[in-house]
């Protein structure tokens, strides 16, 4: 084992000091054999992360990127494309009930509301489900990641905990980080800990973590929107979703803004 | 159709662009994609454009003629599917946080790109797998964050600075069989 390889793998694990981190990145630079030894060394540290997705450098043209990029805008490519649409179109259609199906079903969903009708007077004004909404727009891939390379911190089990769902477990540690740290507030743990509440239908809590996040001074409070919208329209209450979402659309960060658009129209 | 015929059939519709066989593909797998995408914090109209783009990426790589499928269509295709969906959860993530910023190019580049990055995936897992036993679950622990104490348990060593030297090893093991391999080269061509 040559000593360059003992160097990137310190390097790579945070055991460096500034100093030594200094001289080793001048002697990768200078040494174009150890600069690749150190990249395929950083690809091998993501590709082999099962959570983790390696994205290529966008700024260098690969080859084989720009040849799959030439098939794909040829007529070949064109062809495939729309055979590809024309096959999903067909599939969704053949999906569909049939017509007679169809009739049957608008029949019943008629009666169905006829009925509840006679049964609920004051519900009408509230036929969209919030809880289904909160279901379908809840993504927790967006909660930035907490991960630090070395891999033994408190935050790398938060987010282990949190990814494999379990979330008891991982709402103790996050108290705990919390209590420990109580001057000073981070968005990304108090991210974490109002989608545990929610996870775990401690929805107040929830609530009161995001309006934490909301009123503090960091460059995240317009994401405690996106998630307070997420919480009232989990309880249902959907005029306070709707001015969450129009808080966030209004504050012009790129965060979930299509998402919260569409959500909005939905709801009006 | 017995099932090699099934898999070449299906292969070589996405190769000419026959809608009929796709079709085929989506009866047989979009199901399944819905399933885990739904199950991943995804909506179904993400299913269908992981589905899209699956089919589109395959079909750019598999108009080389040494194309092979070493497993079978169906596996081979939910994979593809798998990691596109943990590609779209990394490229938004990283826009969110703005780690290094990740142009939007338009979508025939982002599927060459995925394309790519997926060959490059696959050629890294076949590497894995020539490695020794021993070496594949220290490096699936390491690679996996799992601390250098809990590794030393799991799998019996003594202290934590053994675990250390064996992952230093098997790492280097591992680079050296990427590296030798004309395949890696190949991928780096500018």
Redesign the interface.
Known sequence: MNTIEQDIEKYLNGEMTKEETTVFLKKIDADSGAKRMLELYEEMDTVYDEKNWELIDRNITYKKVEHYENFLKSDSGEKVSEAILKAEHSYFEESRPSKIKQTLLYVGAIAAVFIAGLFLTNQFNNTINGDQLYAEYKNWNVLPSLTLRDGAGDLTNIEKLFRDKRYEESLVLLKAYVSDNDQKINPQILLYLGVTQLELDQNEAAISSFTKLRNSNTLDVPKAHWYLALCYLKLNDLEKAKSELNLLIGSNISFQQNKAKELLEKLN | MANQKRDDYLLQ??I?????G??E???KL?PKIKAYIVS????EDDA?DI??KA???L???A?DKDFRITSSFDGYFVTICK?LW????????????NEGV??L?HE??E???A???Q???EL?QEK?LGISQNCREV??FF???????QIAEKLGYATENTVRQRI??C??K??EA??SDARYN?????
Do not use: C
């Open positions: 519709s996405l000419m662009g026959d809608d009929k796709i079709k593909i989506y009866r979009y991943h914090d995804g909506s269908k589905m899209q089919l589109l990426q079909s750019a790589r108009q990691n943990r590609r779209a959860a990394k490229l938004s993530k990283s826009r969110v946080t990740i142009d190019v025939e580049r599927i060459a790109l394309a790519y990055e060959e490059k995936w890294f894995l490096l699936a690679f996996n964050k799992v601390p250098y104490m230093f090893k790492k280097s591992l680079k990427i590296h190949e991928l780096r061509e500018l």
